[in-house]
């Protein structure tokens, strides 16, 4: 079975960097879109951004301009580099891989374990 691995997650400061990695135990990014969700503490899980097989990008609101996805399909893995971070970036990250109606959607595809993202002072 297919396996998502994320990692790159961690406690940072209002202001800081961290880039989120997602790498597949196997060669299917070529031909699936790949996405990022997230779910802050005490509400619901909410669509961060996804990249098509094609290469065409998606981003929520609260983070255009300051997230950016991108993918490597020879290493199976997709990134999500988050700048300018805030408080209320505070999440649980899950990667997404599957279609792009599955990813666009939320609904089904392959599902990675979620890393912790901290913003604080």
């Known amino acids: 079975q297919v396996q998502l691995v994320e990692s790159g997650g961690g406690l940072v400061q209002p202001g800081g960097s961290l880039r989120l990695s997602c790498a597949a135990s196997?060669?299917?990014?070529?031909?699936?879109?790949m996405g990022w969700y997230r779910q802050p503490p005490g509400k619901q899980r909410e669509l961060v951004a996804y990249?098509?097989?094609?290469?065409?990008?998606n981003y929520a609101d609260s983070v255009k301009g300051r997230f950016t996805i991108s993918r490597d399909n020879a290493k199976n893995t997709v990134y999500l580099q988050m700048n300018s971070l805030k408080p209320e970036d505070t999440a649980v990250y899950y990667c997404?891989?599957?279609?792009?109606?599955?990813?666009?959607?939320?609904?089904?595809?392959?599902w990675g374990q979620g890393t912790q993202v901290t913003v604080s002072s």
């Open positions: 196997e060669s299917i990014f070529s031909i699936y879109a």
């Open positions: 997404n891989v599957g279609t792009v109606v599955t990813v666009a959607t939320g609904k089904g595809g392959y």
């Open positions: 990249i098509s097989s094609a290469g065409n990008t």
